[in-house]
Protein backbone atom coordinates (compact mmCIF):
# COMPACT_ATOMS: atom_id res chain seq x y z
CA UNK A 1 0.00 0.00 0.00
CA UNK A 2 1.62 3.30 -1.11
CA UNK A 3 1.54 6.47 1.41
CA UNK A 4 0.06 7.00 4.78
CA UNK A 5 -3.42 8.36 5.65
CA UNK A 6 -2.24 12.14 6.47
CA UNK A 7 -0.86 12.44 2.96
CA UNK A 8 -3.42 10.76 1.67
CA UNK A 9 -6.30 13.49 3.48
CA UNK A 10 -4.22 16.32 2.77
CA UNK A 11 -3.96 15.56 -0.85
CA UNK A 12 -7.62 14.72 -1.43
CA UNK A 13 -9.11 16.50 1.62
CA UNK A 14 -6.69 19.09 2.63
CA UNK A 15 -6.90 21.01 6.09
CA UNK A 16 -10.20 18.54 6.84
CA UNK A 17 -9.54 16.90 10.21
CA UNK A 18 -10.62 13.29 11.02
CA UNK A 19 -13.06 14.29 13.53
CA UNK A 20 -16.72 14.64 14.28
CA UNK A 21 -18.96 16.64 12.97
CA UNK A 22 -16.93 15.79 9.87
CA UNK A 23 -19.92 15.84 7.76
CA UNK A 24 -20.02 19.32 8.06
CA UNK A 25 -16.86 19.99 7.80
CA UNK A 26 -16.26 19.31 3.57
CA UNK A 27 -17.91 21.12 1.04
CA UNK A 28 -19.56 17.87 -1.31
CA UNK A 29 -21.34 15.08 0.62
CA UNK A 30 -23.27 12.94 0.33
CA UNK A 31 -25.20 11.37 4.04
CA UNK A 32 -27.58 8.01 3.84
CA UNK A 33 -29.92 7.32 6.55
CA UNK A 34 -29.45 3.42 7.21
CA UNK A 35 -32.28 3.13 9.76
CA UNK A 36 -35.71 3.65 9.14
CA UNK A 37 -39.08 3.15 10.91
CA UNK A 38 -37.33 2.67 13.74
CA UNK A 39 -40.27 1.47 17.06
CA UNK A 40 -39.94 1.14 20.69
CA UNK A 41 -41.00 -2.69 20.19
CA UNK A 42 -37.71 -3.50 18.11
CA UNK A 43 -35.41 -3.34 21.07
CA UNK A 44 -34.32 -6.86 20.62
CA UNK A 45 -31.41 -8.46 18.49
CA UNK A 46 -32.00 -8.92 14.56
CA UNK A 47 -35.32 -6.94 14.92
CA UNK A 48 -36.16 -5.55 11.45
CA UNK A 49 -34.81 -2.19 12.13
CA UNK A 50 -31.15 -3.68 12.26
CA UNK A 51 -31.66 -6.06 10.04
CA UNK A 52 -32.84 -3.02 7.24
CA UNK A 53 -29.79 -1.26 8.91
CA UNK A 54 -27.12 -3.96 8.19
CA UNK A 55 -28.67 -4.51 5.08
CA UNK A 56 -28.32 -0.49 3.69
CA UNK A 57 -24.67 -0.83 5.34
CA UNK A 58 -23.66 -3.59 3.48
CA UNK A 59 -24.76 -2.46 0.46
CA UNK A 60 -23.56 1.01 0.22
CA UNK A 61 -19.45 -0.81 1.54
CA UNK A 62 -19.67 -3.16 -1.49
CA UNK A 63 -21.00 -0.17 -3.51
CA UNK A 64 -17.97 1.98 -2.89
CA UNK A 65 -15.05 -0.71 -2.04
CA UNK A 66 -14.03 -3.37 -4.54
CA UNK A 67 -12.23 -6.27 -2.99
CA UNK A 68 -8.70 -5.63 -4.20
CA UNK A 69 -8.88 -1.95 -3.41
CA UNK A 70 -6.37 -0.38 -1.11
CA UNK A 71 -8.27 0.70 2.25
CA UNK A 72 -7.02 2.51 5.45
CA UNK A 73 -9.18 1.85 8.22
CA UNK A 74 -8.85 4.13 11.19
CA UNK A 75 -10.11 3.47 14.75
CA UNK A 76 -11.11 6.33 17.36
CA UNK A 77 -10.83 4.89 20.85
CA UNK A 78 -11.72 7.93 23.31
CA UNK A 79 -10.25 7.79 26.57
CA UNK A 80 -11.01 9.15 29.70
CA UNK A 81 -9.62 7.00 31.66
CA UNK A 82 -5.93 7.83 31.07
CA UNK A 83 -5.07 4.27 29.71
CA UNK A 84 -5.94 2.19 31.99
CA UNK A 85 -8.91 0.29 30.22
CA UNK A 86 -6.89 0.75 26.88
CA UNK A 87 -5.80 -2.72 26.40
CA UNK A 88 -9.62 -4.15 26.76
CA UNK A 89 -10.78 -1.67 24.06
CA UNK A 90 -7.34 -2.53 21.34
CA UNK A 91 -9.40 -6.32 21.94
CA UNK A 92 -12.46 -4.17 19.82
CA UNK A 93 -10.40 -4.00 16.77
CA UNK A 94 -9.11 -7.46 16.01
CA UNK A 95 -12.75 -9.60 15.42
CA UNK A 96 -12.43 -7.42 12.18
CA UNK A 97 -9.01 -8.57 10.88
CA UNK A 98 -7.03 -11.35 9.58
CA UNK A 99 -4.99 -11.79 12.73
CA UNK A 100 -1.60 -11.52 10.11
CA UNK A 101 -2.48 -7.69 9.76
CA UNK A 102 -2.84 -7.15 13.36
CA UNK A 103 0.71 -6.45 13.69
CA UNK A 104 0.51 -3.76 10.81
CA UNK A 105 -1.75 -1.31 13.17
CA UNK A 106 -0.31 1.94 14.12
CA UNK A 107 -1.06 4.14 17.37
CA UNK A 108 -0.87 7.43 17.54
CA UNK A 109 -1.88 9.41 20.81
CA UNK A 110 -3.51 12.64 20.68
CA UNK A 111 -5.77 15.06 22.54
CA UNK A 112 -9.45 14.79 22.84
CA UNK A 113 -10.65 14.84 19.42
CA UNK A 114 -14.51 15.83 20.10
CA UNK A 115 -13.75 18.20 22.32
CA UNK A 116 -10.93 21.40 22.33
CA UNK A 117 -11.75 22.25 25.86
CA UNK A 118 -11.37 19.00 27.34
CA UNK A 119 -7.43 18.58 28.05
CA UNK A 120 -7.20 15.89 30.55
CA UNK A 121 -8.91 13.49 27.96
CA UNK A 122 -7.27 11.66 25.01
CA UNK A 123 -7.82 9.79 21.85
CA UNK A 124 -5.97 7.19 20.35
CA UNK A 125 -5.91 6.69 16.98
CA UNK A 126 -5.29 3.20 15.55
CA UNK A 127 -4.96 3.03 11.46
CA UNK A 128 -4.47 0.00 9.35
CA UNK A 129 -3.75 -0.42 5.44
CA UNK A 130 -5.52 -3.10 3.43
CA UNK A 131 -7.30 -4.85 1.10
CA UNK A 132 -11.08 -4.38 1.36
CA UNK A 133 -11.40 -8.30 1.33
CA UNK A 134 -8.90 -8.43 4.17
CA UNK A 135 -11.16 -6.76 5.98
CA UNK A 136 -14.10 -8.33 7.84
CA UNK A 137 -16.58 -5.67 6.99
CA UNK A 138 -19.91 -7.46 7.49
CA UNK A 139 -19.14 -8.32 11.32
CA UNK A 140 -17.88 -4.57 11.71
CA UNK A 141 -20.54 -2.75 9.91
CA UNK A 142 -23.26 -4.64 12.28
CA UNK A 143 -21.41 -3.94 15.22
CA UNK A 144 -21.42 -0.14 14.38
CA UNK A 145 -25.13 -0.39 13.77
CA UNK A 146 -25.20 -2.75 17.40
CA UNK A 147 -24.14 0.45 19.46
CA UNK A 148 -27.03 2.46 19.54
CA UNK A 149 -29.01 -0.31 21.45
CA UNK A 150 -26.59 -1.38 23.58
CA UNK A 151 -26.70 -5.24 22.00
CA UNK A 152 -23.29 -7.14 21.05
CA UNK A 153 -21.13 -7.36 19.13
CA UNK A 154 -20.73 -3.35 19.40
CA UNK A 155 -18.67 -1.08 18.03
CA UNK A 156 -18.30 1.88 20.43
CA UNK A 157 -15.26 3.91 18.89
CA UNK A 158 -15.85 5.98 15.38
CA UNK A 159 -14.55 4.12 12.43
CA UNK A 160 -13.49 5.59 9.59
CA UNK A 161 -13.01 3.88 5.90
CA UNK A 162 -10.88 5.43 3.47
CA UNK A 163 -10.39 4.32 -0.28
CA UNK A 164 -7.01 5.10 -1.81
CA UNK A 165 -8.10 3.74 -5.15
CA UNK A 166 -11.41 5.36 -5.91
CA UNK A 167 -10.80 9.18 -6.96
CA UNK A 168 -12.35 11.47 -7.86
CA UNK A 169 -15.52 10.74 -6.07
CA UNK A 170 -16.39 8.37 -3.01
CA UNK A 171 -12.86 8.34 -2.13
CA UNK A 172 -14.22 8.55 1.56
CA UNK A 173 -16.51 7.30 3.67
CA UNK A 174 -17.13 7.26 7.61
CA UNK A 175 -19.83 5.46 9.47
CA UNK A 176 -20.80 7.27 12.75
CA UNK A 177 -23.66 5.60 13.93
CA UNK A 178 -26.67 3.09 13.30
CA UNK A 179 -29.03 6.27 11.64
CA UNK A 180 -26.04 7.33 9.00
CA UNK A 181 -23.18 6.37 7.06
CA UNK A 182 -21.43 9.59 5.50
CA UNK A 183 -19.43 10.16 1.92
CA UNK A 184 -17.25 12.61 1.64
CA UNK A 185 -16.33 13.63 -2.32
CA UNK A 186 -13.06 14.90 -3.25
CA UNK A 187 -13.58 18.26 -4.80
Known amino acids: MKGNWNEFMEQNFPGLLLRPPLFYEWDVGI ?5 VEWKRKYDYPDNPYLRGCNKRAFALFEALHSSGDDLIVVLDVSDFDKGRSLQRKL ?11 LYKIKHQ ?17 FTLGCKARELKYKPLLKAICNKDFALHPRMEHRVYFLNLNKKPSFTFTMTEAVTYWQILLKK
Do not use: A, C
Open 109 to 125: TMPYIEDDEEESYQTHR
Open 91 to 101: KNFSPYVEKSL
Open 31 to 35: RYELG
